[in-house]
C-alpha cells in the first residue's frame, strides 16, 4: 500500500552533483511535494506526478505502469456520484450502470471485483464474499466528496507485486488534500432533473469540507460530509400475452434489474499531527450509510433493499529521514448490514531507500511488510447452510520488494517480488519486471511483465450447501485454488512538443484459474435442489485471454480548446474448451471496442465540454443467475452525447451546469425472449444497461 511517500536526499548531496537526470527530476518531484526548500543551478518543468506506480512520488512518464490521473478540475465539472463515473473516460475502463444505480467498472475486461480501490494507499474493499446476489456493485458508491479530491490515480493492469491479491485487474487509488496551513472550507450543491421522470429517478445532494490548523506547522484538523439521493427508476416491460384469464402481478412488469432507488450519506474527520520536521502522523475515521434498492431481480419479481453502515479507521506514520522515507500504518475497516459483517485488520510498514551510485546510475529501493485478517459472518444464509451464523476468516501475511534502477539518464529499469501466505491456501510469489526507456525528450517506450493474484471467498471453500440465491443453490468446493494472470504490455508515449501528448500501448493477459461453476448432475434429490432449483459449486474452469491496445491523443489549449480522446479495442476469448451462449469463445458483455472524444473551450471565468462516448459490438449474456440464453447475439452499439458548461462567478463560488445523453436516445428496448403461452413473457433489454434519458445536471459550489 501506498500513502504520499516523499524521499530526502543523502545529507552533502548537491543535486547539480547527480548526473542522472531523470533520477533529479524524480527527487526533485519528492522535494518539492514535501514543501522542502532547495538550491539548484537548473531549473525544470515537471511532468504529472504519481505516487501509486512504484510506492514513491515520479513523472508519470517515467512510471512503471500504465497509469492515467484525474484531476480535481475535471471531477468539479461533471456530474459524478460514484467510482465508476469517475474513471469512464479512461483508455481500458468500460463503465455500466447496475442494478443498484450505480455503475461497475471494468479494467481491460477484468471487473470491479478484480480491480483494488484505495483512498490515500488504504484499502476501502470488504472482505471478500461479502456481497452475493448483484449487491457488488454498490461499493462504488464509496466515493469521498469531490472536494476533498485532489487527483484520482489509475493504474491499467495487474499490480499485485505492491498490493496483493485484489488488484488482478488494476489499481484505483484515490489521493486527497494533505493538511493544510490556513483554514479553508467549502461546500457544494448539485441536483439531477430528468426529462422523463416517470422512467427515471432524479437526485440530489451535497458535499462540505473544511480543514484548519489548530497548532501552527503542528497540528490540523480536517472534517467532510457528503450526501447524495436518488430516486428509483420505473421502467416496465410490455404488457404480454396471455392465453387464460390470469391477471399478471403489478412487479412483474417491472423491467428486471433495473436501477433501484440509492441513498449514501458518509461523513468523517483526520487529525493531523506533524511532530517535527521528519514525523508525521494522522488519525482519520469515517462512516458511510447507504440505502439501496433493487427493481425485479428475477422471474420471482422480487424486490430487494438493504442498508449498509461501512466504517473505517486509519492511524498512519510518514517518517522522512536521512536515509530514505517510511510509512507505516494500522486500519480497521467493518461492513454490516442487519444479517451481514465484514471485517478487516490491516497492519503494514514499508521504507523506500534512494541510493546514489556514482557512474553506475542510482537506485530506489523499496521493502515492505503486511498483514491482513478479514472475517465475514453471515446470518442471512438460507436455512440448512453450513455458514449460516459462522466466522468465515482469512490470514494473509506479504513481504514485498522492488528495485527502481536509474541506468542511464534515459533507461529506467525496474523489477519486483511479493511473497504472499494465506491460511487457506499455499504460498504464492508475484513478480514483475518493467522497463522505460526515453528515446529523446519527445518520446518514451515502456513496457513489462506483471503477475496477478487473487484468493477464492472463504465461502467458496465450504464444504457443502452454503446459500441460495438468484434461483440457484450454490456449494462450496474445499479444492478451490487461487486465480492468476500474467500480463504483458508495450508502448510509446510521444510528446509533441508543447502541445500534445499521444500513447499507444499493447498488451495480453493470459487468465488461468478463472473461478467458474458448474450445474451439479446427481443432485436432485437434494432437499435444496428442489421444485427446478439449479444446484451449482465453483471450480477453477476457466482459462481466458485478452489482448487489446489503446490508444490516448490529448492536447494543450490552444487558443481556448483543447481536445481529450481514447480508444480501446479488446479480444477477449475463453481458452479452455467454454463456449459463449453462440458457440463462439468470444466473452460476453465485454465491448470489443470502447472509444471516447471530449472537446473542451476555456475563455476567462468560462469553461466548456462536449463529449461522446460508445460501446460497440458486445456480446449479449442474460442478466441474473439463471442459465437463459437471448435470441439476440450482440447488444445494440451503445454511444450517447454530453455537454457541460462551468462558470467562476468569483473567487469564491462556481456554477456548472451539464445536460446527459444530449440528443435524448433511448436506451430501453424491452423484446420478447420466451413466452411458451402459459407462463408470463420474458423480457430483455437490447442494450447493455439502462441508461438513462436526457437529464439536466446543476452545481453550485462555495469555496470560504
Not at 508525521?280 to 428475477?298: A, G
Amino acid at each position: 500500500m501506498i500513502l504520499n511517500i516523499k524521499i530526502i536526499i543523502f545529507k552533502g548531496i548537491n543535486l547539480t552533483q547527480i548526473k542522472n537526470m531523470k533520477f533529479k527530476k524524480s527527487l526533485l518531484c519528492f522535494l518539492i511535494l514535501s514543501g522542502a526548500l532547495l538550491k539548484a543551478e537548473e531549473k525544470y518543468q515537471l511532468n504529472d506526478v504519481v505516487v501509486s506506480a512504484s510506492g514513491f512520488e515520479q513523472d508519470l512518464v517515467d512510471a512503471p505502469a500504465s497509469i492515467s490521473i484525474i484531476t480535481k478540475e475535471e471531477l468539479e465539472k461533471k456530474p459524478i456520484k460514484d467510482i465508476g463515473e469517475a474513471i469512464g473516460d479512461i483508455p481500458g475502463v468500460d463503465v455500466t450502470m447496475n442494478k443498484t444505480g450505480t455503475y461497475d467498472f471494468s479494467i481491460r475486461g477484468f471487473g470491479s471485483s478484480y480491480t483494488l480501490v484505495l483512498i490515500d494507499g488504504k484499502r476501502q474493499s470488504v472482505a471478500n464474499g461479502f456481497y452475493d446476489n448483484g449487491f457488488s456493485g454498490s461499493e462504488s458508491g464509496y466515493l469521498p466528496p469531490l472536494n476533498m479530491i485532489e487527483r484520482i490515480e489509475v493504474i491499467r493492469g495487474p499490480a499485485s507485486t505492491l498490493y496483493g491479491s485484489d488488484a488482478v485487474g488494476g489499481v484505483i487509488n484515490i489521493i486527497t488534500k494533505k493538511n493544510p496551513d490556513k483554514t479553508e472550507a467549502n461546500i457544494e450543491f448539485n441536483t439531477l432533473l430528468q426529462q422523463h421522470s416517470n422512467h427515471y429517478g432524479n437526485a440530489g445532494g451535497f458535499n462540505a469540507y473544511v480543514a484548519t490548523p489548530l497548532i501552527e506547522d503542528t497540528l490540523s484538523i480536517s472534517a467532510r460530509l457528503k450526501y447524495y439521493d436518488k430516486a428509483a427508476s420505473d421502467l416496465k416491460w410490455p404488457t404480454p400475452v396471455w392465453n387464460s384469464s390470469q391477471q399478471r402481478p403489478d412487479n412483474y412488469q417491472i423491467a428486471s434489474h433495473s436501477p433501484g432507488a440509492f441513498t449514501s450519506l458518509g461523513f468523517g474527520s483526520r487529525l493531523n499531527w506533524t511532530v517535527d520536521d521528519k514525523n508525521n502522523i494522522y488519525f482519520d475515521i469515517e462512516r458511510y450509510i447507504n440505502e439501496i434498492s433493487v427493481n425485479s431481480t428475477s422471474s420471482r419479481a422480487i424486490k430487494s433493499e438493504r442498508q449498509l453502515f461501512k466504517d473505517n479507521i486509519v492511524l498512519n506514520h510518514d517518517g522522512n529521514y536521512d536515509f530514505g522515507s517510511t510509512n507505516s500504518y494500522l486500519q480497521y475497516g467493518s461492513t454490516k448490514d442487519k444479517e451481514l459483517h465484514s471485517q478487516i485488520w490491516v497492519g503494514e510498514g514499508k521504507v523506500v531507500l534512494p541510493w546514489n551510485l556514482g557512474q553506475y546510475g542510482n537506485l530506489v529501493n523499496t521493502f515492505g511488510a503486511r498483514i491482513d485478517y478479514e472475517m465475514l459472518k453471515n446470518d442471512q444464509a438460507s436455512a440448512g447452510s453450513q455458514i449460516r451464523g459462522k466466522n468465515l476468516d482469512q490470514t494473509t501475511v506479504a513481504l514485498y520488494g522492488e528495485n527502481e534502477y536509474f541506468i542511464t539518464d534515459d533507461l529506467i529499469f525496474t523489477t519486483g517480488l511479493r511473497y504472499i501466505y494465506s491460511d487457506l491456501f499455499d504460498s504464492e510469489f508475484m513478480p514483475r519486471v518493467y522497463l522505460v526507456y526515453h528515446l529523446n525528450d519527445n518520446i518514451a517506450f515502456k513496457g513489462g511483465v506483471s503477475k496477478g493474484y487473487k484468493t477464492a471467498a472463504a465461502k467458496q471453500l465450504t464444504n457443502g450447501y452454503y446459500n441460495y440465491a438468484n434461483g440457484n443453490a450454490y456449494f462450496g468446493n474445499p479444492d478451490l485454488k487461487p486465480e492468476e494472470s500474467i500480463n504483458y504490455e508495450l508502448g510509446v508515449d510521444f510528446r509533441v512538443f508543447d502541445f500534445a501528448h499521444y500513447s499507444i500501448t499493447g498488451f495480453i493477459t493470459d487468465f488461468t484459474n478463472q473461478i467458474s461453476s458448474e450445474d451439479l448432475t446427481g443432485m436432485q434429490n437434494d432437499i435444496n435442489c428442489s421444485n427446478g432449483i439449479v444446484c451449482k459449486r465453483p471450480i477453477n474452469l476457466g482459462k481466458t485471454q485478452t489482448k487489446g491496445i489503446e490508444f490516448a491523443f490529448n492536447t494543450k489549449t490552444y487558443n481556448g480548446f483543447s481536445l481529450n480522446s481514447s480508444y480501446t479495442f479488446m479480444d477477449n476469448r475463453y481458452k479452455d474448451g467454454q463456449k459463449n451462449w453462440f458457440g463462439g469463445d468470444r466473452i460476453e458483455n465485454l465491448p470489443r471496442h470502447i472509444a471516447m472524444l471530449k472537446l473542451n473551450y476555456e475563455r476567462g471565468k468560462f469553461s466548456s465540454y462536449i463529449k461522446t462516448r460508445a460501446r460497440l459490438d458486445t456480446i449479449a449474456k442474460a442478466k441474473g443467475g439463471g442459465n437463459r440464453s437471448l435470441p439476440w447475439q450482440k447488444y445494440k452499439p451503445f454511444y450517447i452525447v454530453d455537454l457541460g458548461i462551468n462558470y467562476k462567478i468569483n473567487k469564491q463560488s462556481s456554477l456548472s451546469f451539464a445536460v446527459q445523453n444530449l440528443f435524448d436516445k433511448n436506451f430501453f428496448d424491452p423484446q420478447v425472449t420466451r413466452w411458451d403461452g402459459a407462463n408470463p413473457a420474458g423480457y430483455a433489454n437490447r442494450y447493455q444497461d439502462y441508461t438513462e434519458g436526457r437529464s439536466f445536471w446543476l452545481s453550485y459550489k462555495y469555496d470560504f
